[in-house]
């Protein structure tokens, strides 16, 4: 049997961890492969992992065709759809996956109309790839993602403006998407340098990116100088109103951070 392994459909999907790979390979030792790998022709498109650790220790296996399949963007939208399924994909891979699958749409959706346009007769047009594929919104990529709206929207900010030290920080779970998308903002050699110092140093550049953002805080003018009693201690109560805010705010800003450090604590285990 040959069987054809493209290195780009094999770094399509994230690859897994040293201790899930290991973890699979204790599995396929013990108890042999039972799910079949799929294939495209010859090509491989599910399986690599336990293609390579069956070759490596001589464990037989089987395979199956999908004959479903009519073109690459076939092969993508199943490995996407097979894999947006899985529990072990954490929110951030979900969210660049559903991404994708929402540009090879559009594309197909784009592709349709275009055809429909310069279509001599609507057979043509009804032979168009993906005619039926509904139109994809933020809001179906978010739940096809299990997310949030916002939490796509810091996903595709990672995705456009993140250095690839602080992609690969935010698939490890080093640093939550969250703070992953304020450190984005900075310039790359400091996304690089915040990566470097650990997590401690990278909560400290989301911190500082937030607190630049918040507006300046207007000062208080001091009374005139022929203030009359009640306009002094106006004046007094609005500075002790201003401070209080001021540590509300403190308070909220720590709460915030506690949260975030607390998610990444279990993110983590």
């Not at 001599?120 to 709206?149: G, L, Q």
């Not at 001091?222 to 004046?235: G, L, M």
């Amino acid at each position: 049997m040959t069987i054809t392994v493209n290195p780009d459909l094999r770094a399509y999907i994230d690859p897994l961890t040293e201790d899930e790979f290991a973890a699979l390979e204790r599995s396929l030792l013990s108890e042999g492969c039972r799910d079949a790998l799929v294939l495209w022709g010859d090509l491989l498109v599910d399986g690599h992992n336990r293609y390579g650790i069956c070759q490596k220790h001589g464990i037989p296996f089987n395979t199956t065709q999908n004959k479903t399949f009519q073109s690459m963007d076939d092969v993508h939208l199943w490995m996407i759809d097979n894999h947006l399924g899985r529990r072990s994909v954490s929110d951030f891979q979900r969210g660049v996956l559903a991404l994708r699958k929402k540009e090879i749409v559009s594309a197909r959706a784009s592709q349709v109309q275009a055809q429909q346009s310069s279509a001599e007769s609507a057979e043509s047009a009804v032979s168009a790839p993906s005619e039926s594929e509904p139109p994809w919104t933020r809001e179906a990529v978010a739940r096809a993602a299990r997310v949030s709206s916002a939490t796509l929207g810091q996903i595709e900010k990672i995705q456009k403006t993140a250095a690839p030290e602080l992609v690969s920080a935010v698939k490890s779970g080093v640093i939550s998407i969250n703070a992953a998308a304020a450190v984005a903002t900075l310039p790359s050699e400091e996304q690089v340098a915040a990566v470097a110092g650990g997590k401690k140093e990278l909560r400290q550049a989301a911190r500082q990116v937030r607190e630049a953002r918040l507006p300046p805080k207007p000062e208080l003018e001091p009374p005139p100088s022929d203030a009359t009693p009640e306009q002094v201690e106006i004046h007094r109560l609005m500075q002790l109103l201003a401070e209080l805010t001021d540590e509300r705010d403190q308070l909220k800003k720590k709460v915030q951070h506690l949260t975030i450090a607390l998610a990444e604590a279990r993110g983590a285990k």
